[in-house]
């Protein structure tokens, strides 16, 4: 059965080495460039993991966690931020939101797929 990943950041660049490292392995991968964008996907796709930048339009990251989180139909989606955002204070509220991991960019693919692998 593949497992379906949601990446949601409003970098292309960043999009697209998420999706290069996952390459090859049995994940479907969903993009959103904002938060709005995550949440209805996430919303309507209901994949089992979100990728999820911090700094976002629309919607920041720490805002999509806590609302996927907070409501009924993906109370259980497992979120991890990736983000460039490096001080503890931002992992400690990232956490704080509900979130399941936090990676800073640039990111190890090795770490990345660990995580995921440790989550679904």
Not at 8 to 20: F, G, I, P, Q, V
Not at 56 to 72: D, I
């Amino acid at each position: 059965m593949t497992k379906t990943i949601l990446v949601a950041d409003d970098s292309e660049t960043d999009r697209r080495l998420m999706k290069d490292a996952l390459a090859g392995l049995d994940y479907e991968i969903l993009t959103a460039v904002d938060g709005e964008e995550a949440v209805r996907i996430a919303t309507e796709q209901r994949p089992p993991l979100v990728l999820l930048d911090i700094v976002m339009p629309k919607m920041n990251g720490f805002q999509v966690c806590r609302h996927l989180k907070t409501h009924a139909d993906t109370k259980d989606t497992r979120v991890v931020l990736v983000s460039s955002k490096t001080q503890e204070s931002d992992r400690f509220w990232g956490l704080k939101q509900g979130a399941d991991g936090y990676l800073t960019k640039p990111f190890d693919d090795d770490e990345l797929l660990a995580t995921i692998a440790e989550l679904l």
